[in-house]
């Protein structure tokens, strides 16, 4: 392998350190970058075949001095017409393939690379970085000089196409803030976009490269040297094995702080480009002047008037004695009228903007909730706001939550634009209930316990009353915000974990709750936090549910009794056995009494891809009556012809059918984490529940309901409940006075089927 330079630079412990693999400096750091820059300058200088009229030029990360440990070389070999330059191209390029290093390169003259730059913005943006190392100044000085007077000249019109790249881009990449594994060059927030941002500020758009932008670079820069590090090769995902390693190699305090850092610094630059984007839109489309010369300025709210499309103070705001309301009126008005706010404007109110004082104002409560009530315009708002510190002071509160990372797969969103957009998920249903401003603000502060250590919901209820305290909320209503926050989780989790035709959980759901207002706020409050969550967190049959348990607990509040079980379907409990009903989302079967049908049921029913969400088993007139609601495992629903032979021969006995299953079930077993079985004695009427906390898989309620049943233990009933890779699922045990002999005997059992 060719030979790189011994220049070193020193690493995260002040020891030199040099890449294994090229040779080059290691290290994190401004410093450390620049070394890897002029060990590849000096490298590339030494094996350069000098010839008149040729230049090497370096753009991308050696073009910036930005070297990652591990990143790509991005080479132009610039000629001015010179024969024999593909020779000359191939005794370059060879010599650093040789070396290892990764290459992108073209050999193009002066007018060649301005015309590609001309067709391709990507290309263009790239020739921005271009310096000049080695061979003829002069071909490079042109260059760069004629490419960047060139996108001055024309990147008005070429910001659209950009922009629009940079959308699909974001689109498959996702956004670096809220990703726990995202890539930190393609994600939006990411390296790239900062380039972007370079790109605008040197067409003299706007300053976009603010100090903050700078600074979240640098740290980006840093987060990426040190993850090459730690792996040992190029990556630009920050991936959750890595995570712990990077942050101590950057000196961090653990991986989660670090993953709070690199949402921070996304979030920074990923405002300053859509700043920066909306400055483009108002230069191309021209500065609105009245007759006097002057821009036109229409009030909005009061001390708020719009100027060129963004929001900016009154005269009389800022020469009188500032208020401390000023700063969430102005995120109302920008959130209810869609309009972003001036930086210059949140800057002052950062600097002039008076705390609130304890308990707040009616006019500031007042300007929260229209704030929280928004709608669309509620999260650009905010992110605003919360750029430019205006945040820490309504809600000290905020430091803690800000882009705290939620580890559950579920969640698509840091902890703190969570509560954002569970707000903006209530305000679809502030019609639906008696007290829409409580709504908000419950679904706003729904999880401000995460984080802390016990049950967030247990110990957010008092912070989150707290807070409605001193927002100036009456001590009746600051009460219900915390009743909300405790008891947010109550309905999804009785309605997919229990038996709702059982009296005992319709009467202790109706006793937690209390009143019909709070049932409605706590029914909209679960779809608002379901739909802020992410797809994974809903689905249609949970809606009915749900829908069915409010139904059953609204008519216990209002009558004072509890609705009686649906009595099983006629067409079940009559006719010749065995009788198989399959719908849309339900399959129902009659048979012989005999124990062990519903692991049958459900064996078939694995066989075929269908999940079980709910089953239910009793006995009517000698008969077995098992009913199960279903939903296909990948989307794709079986062939019902099939599914219901298959089911009619098991029930009948026939041991083949599931004697398919057993097979594809044992090579399933391998998969998931320890289980752990949960014991409730006093939630059901007339059973005892086993609680099984597992990984998902397929098979698993058969396996675990024929361990039940070669346990001796009769179910009733099974609620299963999915969060995201691992279940929750229910079993109503009709032995009431289970002893603890047996009791271990089947936890073993199920705990050996999982």
Same mark, same amino acid.
């Given at each position: 392998?060719?030979?790189? +330079? +011994?220049?070193?630079? *020193?690493?995260?412990?002040?020891?030199?350190?040099?890449?294994?693999?090229?040779?080059?400096?290691?290290?994190?750091?401004?410093?450390?970058?620049?070394?890897?820059?002029?060990?590849?300058?000096?490298?590339?200088?030494?094996?350069?075949?000098?010839?008149?009229?040729? $230049?090497?030029?370096?753009?991308?990360?050696?073009?910036?001095?930005?070297?990652?440990?591990?990143?790509?070389? !991005?080479?132009?070999?610039?000629?001015?017409?010179?024969?024999?330059?593909?020779? #000359?191209?191939?005794?370059?390029?060879?010599?650093?393939?040789?070396?290892?290093?990764?290459?992108?390169?073209?050999? @193009?003259?002066?007018?060649?690379?301005?015309?590609?730059?001309?067709?391709?913005?990507?290309?263009?943006?790239?020739?921005?970085?271009?310096?000049?190392?080695?061979?003829?100044?002069?071909? +490079?000085?042109?260059?760069?000089?004629?490419?960047?007077?060139?996108?001055?000249?024309?990147?008005?019109? %070429?910001?659209?196409?950009?922009?629009?790249?940079?959308?699909?881009?974001?689109?498959?990449?996702?956004?670096?803030?809220?990703?726990?594994?995202?890539?930190?060059?393609?994600?939006?927030?990411?390296?790239?976009?900062?380039?972007?941002?370079?790109?605008?500020?040197?067409?003299?758009?706007?300053?976009?490269?603010?100090?903050?932008?700078?600074?979240?670079?640098?740290?980006?820069?840093?987060?990426?040297?040190?993850?090459?590090?730690?792996?040992?090769?190029?990556?630009?995902?920050?991936?959750?094995?890595?995570?712990?390693?990077?942050?101590?190699?950057?000196?961090?305090?653990?991986? !989660?702080?670090?993953?709070r850092l690199t949402a921070g610094d996304a @979030?920074?630059?990923?405002?300053?480009?859509?700043?920066?984007?909306?400055?483009?839109?108002?230069?191309?489309?021209?500065?609105?002047?009245?007759?006097?010369?002057?821009?036109?300025?229409?009030?909005?709210?009061?001390?708020?008037?719009?100027?060129?499309?963004?929001?900016?103070?009154?005269?009389?705001?800022?020469?009188?004695?500032?208020?401390?309301?000023?700063?969430?009126?102005?995120?109302?008005?920008? $959130?209810?009228?869609?309009?972003?706010?001036?930086?210059?404007?949140?800057?002052?109110?950062?600097?002039?903007? *008076?705390?609130?004082?304890?308990?707040?104002?009616?006019?500031?409560?007042?300007?929260?909730?229209?704030?929280?009530? $928004?709608?669309?315009?509620?999260?650009?708002?905010?992110?605003?706001?919360?750029?430019?510190?205006?945040?820490?002071?309504?809600?000290?509160?905020?430091? @803690?939550?800000?882009?705290?990372?939620?580890?559950? *797969?579920?969640?698509?969103? +840091?902890?703190?634009?969570?509560?954002?957009?569970?707000?903006?998920?209530?305000?679809?249903?502030?019609?639906?209930?008696?007290?829409p401003d409580l709504l908000l603000l419950g679904?706003?502060?729904?999880?401000?316990?995460?984080?802390?250590?016990?049950?967030?919901?247990?110990?957010?209820?008092?912070?989150?009353?707290?807070?409605?305290?001193?927002?100036?909320?009456?001590?009746?209503?600051?009460?219900?915000?915390?009743?909300?926050?405790?008891?947010?989780?109550? #309905?999804?989790?009785?309605?997919?974990?229990?038996?709702?035709?059982?009296?005992?959980?319709?009467?202790?759901?109706?006793?937690?709750?209390?009143?019909?207002?709070?049932?409605?706020?706590?029914?909209?409050?679960?779809?608002?936090?379901?739909?802020?969550?992410? *797809?994974?967190?809903?689905?249609?049959?949970?809606?009915?549910?749900?829908?069915?348990?409010?139904?059953?607990?609204?008519?216990?509040?209002?009558?004072?009794?509890?609705?009686?079980?649906?009595?099983?379907?006629?067409?079940?409990?009559?006719?010749?056995?065995?009788?198989?009903?399959?719908?849309?989302?339900?399959?129902?079967?009659?048979?012989?009494?005999?124990?062990? #049908?519903?692991?049958?049921? $459900?064996?078939?029913?694995?066989?075929?891809?269908?999940?079980?969400?709910?089953?239910?088993?009793?006995?009517?007139?000698?008969?077995?009556?098992?009913?199960?609601?279903?939903?296909?495992?990948?989307?794709?629903?079986?062939?019902?012809?099939?599914?219901?032979?298959?089911?009619?021969?098991?029930?009948?006995?026939?041991?083949?059918?599931?004697?398919?299953? @057993?097979?594809?079930?044992?090579?399933?077993?391998?998969?998931?984490?320890?289980?752990?079985?949960?014991?409730?004695?006093?939630?059901?009427?007339? &059973?005892?529940?086993?609680?099984?906390?597992? &990984?998902?898989?397929?098979?698993?309620?058969?396996?675990?309901?024929?361990?039940?049943?070669?346990?001796?233990? %009769?179910?009733?009933?099974?609620?299963?409940a999915t969060l995201g890779g691992d279940v929750?699922?229910?079993?109503?045990?009709?032995?009431?006075?289970?002893?603890?002999?047996?009791?271990?005997?089947?936890?073993?059992?199920?705990?050996?089927?999982?």
């Amino acid at each position: 392998m060719t030979s790189l +330079t +011994t220049a070193t630079a *020193p690493g995260g412990d002040g020891v030199p350190v040099v890449n294994e693999v090229t040779g080059l400096p290691g290290g994190v750091g401004a410093a450390a970058r620049a070394a890897r820059a002029d060990a590849l300058d000096a490298w590339l200088r030494r094996i350069f075949p000098a010839r008149p009229g040729v $230049a090497l030029v370096a753009v991308g990360g050696l073009g910036r001095r930005q070297c990652a440990p591990y990143g790509d070389l !991005d080479l132009v070999l610039l000629h001015a017409g010179v024969p024999g330059v593909d020779e #000359l191209a191939a005794a370059l390029w060879y010599p650093i393939w040789d070396a290892g290093l990764r290459l992108d390169h073209s050999v @193009r003259t002066v007018a060649e690379a301005l015309s590609v730059a001309q067709d391709d913005v990507k290309v263009a943006l790239g020739l921005l970085d271009a310096r000049h190392v080695a061979g003829d100044p002069a071909l +490079t000085e042109q260059l760069a000089r004629t490419a960047t007077d060139h996108w001055r000249r024309t990147a008005i019109r %070429q910001l659209p196409g950009l922009r629009e790249i940079t959308a699909a881009r974001w689109e498959a990449h996702g956004e670096l803030a809220f990703l726990l594994e995202g890539d930190l060059k393609e994600a939006a927030g990411g390296l790239r976009d900062v380039g972007i941002l370079r790109a605008i500020a040197t067409a003299g758009v706007t300053d976009a490269l603010r100090p903050a932008v700078h600074a979240a670079h640098r740290r980006l820069l840093d987060t990426r040297d040190a993850l090459h590090q730690q792996v040992g090769r190029r990556v630009d995902r920050l991936v959750a094995q890595e995570r712990d390693g990077v942050a101590k190699l950057l000196g961090v305090d653990g991986g !989660d702080a670090l993953l709070r850092l690199t949402a921070g610094d996304a @979030r920074t630059v990923r405002h300053a480009l859509d700043d920066a984007w909306r400055a483009a839109d108002r230069l191309r489309s021209g500065r609105q002047r009245a007759a006097s010369g002057r821009p036109v300025r229409r009030p909005v709210a009061r001390d708020v008037v719009e100027q060129d499309g963004e929001l900016v103070l009154a005269r009389t705001a800022i020469g009188a004695r500032p208020d401390p309301c000023l700063s969430l009126r102005v995120a109302a008005a920008a $959130a209810t009228t869609r309009l972003p706010i001036a930086r210059a404007t949140c800057e002052w109110l950062a600097a002039y903007c *008076p705390p609130l004082p304890a308990p707040w104002p009616p006019a500031a409560r007042a300007a929260l909730i229209t704030l929280l009530g $928004a709608g669309p315009g509620l999260v650009p708002a905010w992110e605003t706001c919360d750029r430019y510190g205006l945040i820490d002071g309504w809600l000290p509160e905020w430091t @803690r939550m800000r882009s705290l990372p939620q580890h559950n *797969p579920v969640h698509r969103f +840091t902890l703190d634009r969570h509560l954002v957009q569970t707000a903006y998920e209530a305000s679809r249903h502030t019609r639906e209930v008696e007290r829409p401003d409580l709504l908000l603000l419950g679904a706003f502060l729904h999880d401000i316990g995460k984080g802390l250590p016990g049950d967030h919901s247990t110990v957010g209820a008092p912070l989150a009353e707290a807070v409605a305290t001193r927002i100036g909320l009456p001590p009746a209503e600051a009460a219900l915000i915390g009743t909300l926050v405790r008891l947010h989780l109550l #309905l999804p989790e009785v309605a997919t974990r229990r038996d709702l035709s059982d009296p005992k959980t319709i009467a202790g759901v109706a006793g937690l709750v209390g009143d019909p207002g709070t049932l409605e706020l706590l029914h909209a409050l679960v779809r608002a936090d379901a739909a802020a969550t992410g *797809p994974a967190a809903w689905s249609g049959w949970k809606g009915r549910l749900i829908a069915d348990l409010v139904a059953r607990v609204r008519t216990t509040l209002d009558t004072g009794e509890v609705p009686a079980p649906p009595a099983p379907d006629p067409a079940l409990v009559a006719g010749p056995l065995p009788v198989v009903h399959l719908g849309e989302d339900r399959v129902s079967v009659a048979a012989a009494d005999r124990r062990g #049908l519903l692991a049958t049921v $459900a064996g078939c029913l694995a066989l075929h891809r269908l999940e079980v969400i709910s089953a239910d088993a009793a006995t009517v007139d000698g008969r077995a009556l098992v009913e199960c609601r279903v939903q296909p495992r990948y989307g794709l629903a079986p062939d019902p012809i099939a599914l219901s032979a298959d089911l009619r021969r098991a029930v009948a006995g026939d041991v083949s059918v599931t004697q398919r299953l @057993r097979g594809r079930a044992l090579a399933a077993r391998s998969r998931g984490a320890a289980p752990r079985v949960v014991w409730h004695r006093e939630a059901a009427t007339d &059973a005892v529940l086993l609680e099984l906390r597992a &990984a998902d898989a397929a098979g698993l309620l058969y396996r675990v309901t024929c361990a039940l049943d070669e346990a001796g233990a %009769q179910v009733r009933a099974a609620r299963i409940a999915t969060l995201g890779g691992d279940v929750v699922d229910t079993f109503y045990l009709v032995d009431t006075d289970l002893p603890d002999e047996h009791r271990a005997v089947v936890e073993a059992a199920v705990l050996a089927a999982v």
